[in-house]
């Protein structure tokens, strides 16, 4: 008996996600000494020192399960953001958010819309839910075309994904842009309400040095359809551990609590994570960090006459040309530097490069002139 054949239709076409190589990996297939990760936009200078306190004080007592309902982090957030606790929830990390959401709200006939180029997770979680995903294309630049997608909204429409600023572009869109958007959309006769918006805020922190960059949550008091979503993984260091927060209206937050796994959280993630959101040095220092850096990178490539797309994340996408994207990820890993291609984010000229140290930026540079001859 062929026992795959009870597979749910939908998961048949499934590839793996494929997640970005560890150094240790690197290292023992290519029987290199020294590696640099530059793939999966983590934090450089590391977890935040908040966090590592709160984890050695409380790592004896991983024997006990975490609280189901994370509420002292659940208490910090709502702190933190000023915002009821009823309003937050929270997962082990972004990935479950869109999950948990695709479970929620996806029906097999239900549309929901997605930008070309943006977080490959939104689209596998349509497929998983069997429901259909409506690709819009991006504006010249790779900026989110919010116009296109509510152009592309039907009755059938159950949500749009939009993430601000996007992975792995950068580009981000403006406060009246977005405000412009979620007063446009349209309410669909067939539910009674306007579509979801999941607004993905991964990059939020690094974001908000840009002048014109929104802050999702003040849309939230007119917006019942909105949930945003932010992550630790990102600015606070804290990838390892998988820990993710949203805030929507309290009766969405209702049905995430009741779906939701019970422990989601782990115990590690929910105490470093409450220290963390108030490790105003970690954000300030990161942020510091990677504005001098991305200016650095910028000015490189220039010199090396390669096109990358302005970003307001910790993050650069540049053309791999001459090369394709997988070949010049082939010579640059071959060189000790893992990047990230682009062919599943369909730029198979593009690379994605994560603002590293100094020093790691200036080796990924200096392996760049390498396989350029420069
Ligand atoms: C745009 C975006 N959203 C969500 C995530 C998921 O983050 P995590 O699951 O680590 O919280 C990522 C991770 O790279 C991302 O780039």
């Given at each position: ?22 150094i ?46 994370s ?172 820990v ?8 969405i ?8 796994p ?9 105490v470093?994570a409450?220290?963390?959101?108030f ?12 504005k ?83």
């Amino acid at each position: 008996m062929e026992i795959t054949r009870i597979i749910r239709k939908v998961c048949e076409g499934f590839e793996p996600y494929v997640a970005g190589k560890s150094i240790n990996t690197i290292k023992r297939e290519l029987g290199l000494e020294s590696v640099i990760k530059l793939a999966s936009n983590e934090n450089p200078l590391g977890a935040s020192k908040k966090a590592l306190e709160a984890i050695k004080s409380n790592f004896e007592n991983i024997f006990f399960y975490p609280d189901s309902n994370s509420c002292c982090l659940k208490k910090a957030l709502s702190e933190s953001y000023s915002l009821p606790i009823k309003n937050i929830f929270t997962a082990a990390g972004g990935d479950e958010i869109i999950e948990l959401v695709a479970k929620l709200f996806f029906n097999c006939d239900d549309e929901i819309v997605i930008s070309k180029h943006s977080f490959v997770r939104y689209a596998m979680s349509v497929k998983m839910m069997g429901s259909k995903a409506i690709i819009v294309s991006m504006k010249k630049g790779l900026t989110y075309d919010l116009v296109a997608l509510l152009k592309a909204c039907t009755q059938k429409t159950k949500a749009i994904f939009v993430t601000n600023p996007n992975n792995p572009t950068g580009t981000y869109n403006t406060k009246p842009e977005l405000l412009e958007f979620l007063r446009e959309l349209p309410s669909s006769d067939k539910f009674g309400v306007k579509p979801l918006v999941v607004l993905d805020e991964a990059y939020f922190e690094y974001a908000l040095l840009e002048r014109d960059y929104p802050n999702g949550l003040d849309f939230l008091e007119d917006n019942p359809n909105l949930i945003v979503f932010r992550t630790f993984s990102k600015i606070y260091g804290l990838a390892g551990l998988r820990v993710g927060y949203g805030f929507a209206n309290e009766k969405i937050v209702d049905y995430i609590e009741r779906i939701r796994p019970p422990f989601n959280v782990n115990f590690l993630a929910q105490v470093a994570a409450a220290a963390a959101i108030f490790d105003k040095e970690q954000v300030e220092r990161s942020q510091r960090l990677i504005k001098k850096e991305k200016e650095y990178l910028y000015k490189e490539f220039k010199k090396l006459k390669i096109e990358y797309v302005n970003s307001a994340a910790n993050f650069i996408l540049f053309s791999s040309l001459p090369f394709k994207g997988k070949e010049l990820f082939r010579k640059l890993l071959e060189n000790g530097v893992i990047v990230r291609s682009m062919d599943e984010y369909e730029l198979p000229c593009h690379v994605r490069v994560s603002i590293g140290t100094h020093k790691e930026n200036e080796l990924f540079v200096e392996k760049l002139k390498k396989i350029h001859k420069i």
